[in-house]
């Protein structure tokens, strides 16, 4: 599982005020400080290593772009900079791309374990889960992994899709329970070809 690791909101607020005076070091810690969480989130989005770097790479030129014009966030920098980066991937793929597989299979990996037995129930329930993902409406994948696995605030996921936290929370409350009805049918286990 990848988690992203997010620089502290007060750091942030500082540095976005630095970096709006035109402050140079701000901005490269900026970079350095979203860089890797930016291009996971694309990463996990788009499926091809190289794409997500050119792309991350789009997000901080439109960054920088936005603070020569004043159009840079005047508050909440993570919300702003992950927005644009969302915006940069549906722009090449369009509104609400599915997860690829390869996003799966780092979204569910499975532990080390040298019992036959314990692998074989653990890549059976990976099956099933990522089976039951991959039939999820896009924004419901989105809203579980930015909840779930990248362990984002509401708040942070709903400036990210740009939803009100209000509509961020029925979302994970229907993604979570469709994916508990996916998972209790059996029609899963004989797509997955578990009997």
Do not use: C
Not at 53 to 81: C, M, Q, Y
Not at 158 to 173: G, H, P, R, S, Y
């Amino acid at each position: 599982m990848i988690v992203l690791v997010l620089p502290d909101i007060s750091v942030d607020d500082e540095r976005l005020e630095r970096a709006q005076h035109g402050d140079q070091e701000a901005i490269a810690d900026i970079y350095r400080s979203y860089f890797d969480p930016i291009y996971q989130f694309v990463r996990l989005r788009v499926g091809d290593a190289q794409l997500a770097e050119d792309l991350t790479s789009d997000v901080f030129v439109k960054f920088v772009k936005a603070l020569k014009n004043d159009k840079a966030p005047h508050t909440s920098l993570r919300g702003w900079i992950f927005a644009v980066a969302r915006n940069v991937i549906y722009d090449q793929y369009g509104k609400e791309p599915e997860l690829p597989v390869e996003t799966l299979d780092q979204w569910l990996t499975t532990d080390v374990d040298t019992n036959p037995e314990v692998q074989a129930i653990r890549t059976i329930s990976i099956e099933r889960a990522r089976q039951a993902i991959s039939l999820l409406a896009p924004s419901h994948q989105e809203v579980l992994m930015l909840r779930f696995d990248q362990q984002l605030s509401l708040q942070e996921t709903a400036e990210i899709m740009n939803k009100k936290v209000n509509a961020i929370k029925a979302l994970q409350f229907r993604a979570v329970n469709t994916l508990r009805q996916l998972l209790s049918d059996p029609e899963i286990d004989d797509q997955t070809g578990v009997e």
